[in-house]
């Protein structure tokens, strides 16, 4: 039986962060995006995007959290939490899941569903986030059964990324969303 664990992320693992966010927009947007697209995607840019993440979660202060999944000692999975970023939303009290991403080879063994509630206990115990949201595409079944079978709900509000910035790579995202219990102990030791 497999050794599971979730931990923060340290700057050390942006190599592998990038592994398994790639490994994922390959698997999951291969039939939505122009193969172009995803064939294009500059490794060595998004790692060092994933270097940055993690080296502002180290600090308390930038409001982000990187969480990773681990089989044995394999990154398998990461989810990262902000403060939300809509003009809509008090980022004060309103948490943005960004990312939340198990490797292809990794989906069905729990790692999501792990990923999730470690991030639902760390805000929890920061005690100030009253809502979590995250944006999920139109084609992002798994995500839509995984946060719905969660508890989350679609808040009706919806957007249109031109991903390319060209008009002819869009992604279509609905945001869901789930109240989070402010103040109080989840007794769950996801990390």
Known sequence: MATVSVRPGAVRDASSAAGVQLACW?????????????????????????????????????????LLALERDDVVGVACLAPAADPDLDAARVAELTVL??????????HGSRLLAACVDTLVEQGNVERLIAWLSEADAAGEVLLGAAGWASDGASRTLDLAGDGECLLVQHRMHTALPVGEETGDDAT
């Open 26 to 66: 390959r698997a999951a947007y291969s039939d939505v995006l122009p193969s172009g697209f995803l064939s294009g995607i500059d490794s060595a840019e998004l790692e060092e995007r994933w270097s940055e993440a993690l080296s502002a979660s180290a600090s308390a202060s930038s409001g982000e959290v990187v």
């Open 101 to 110: 991403a198990v490797h292809p080879d990794h989906v069905r063994t729990g």
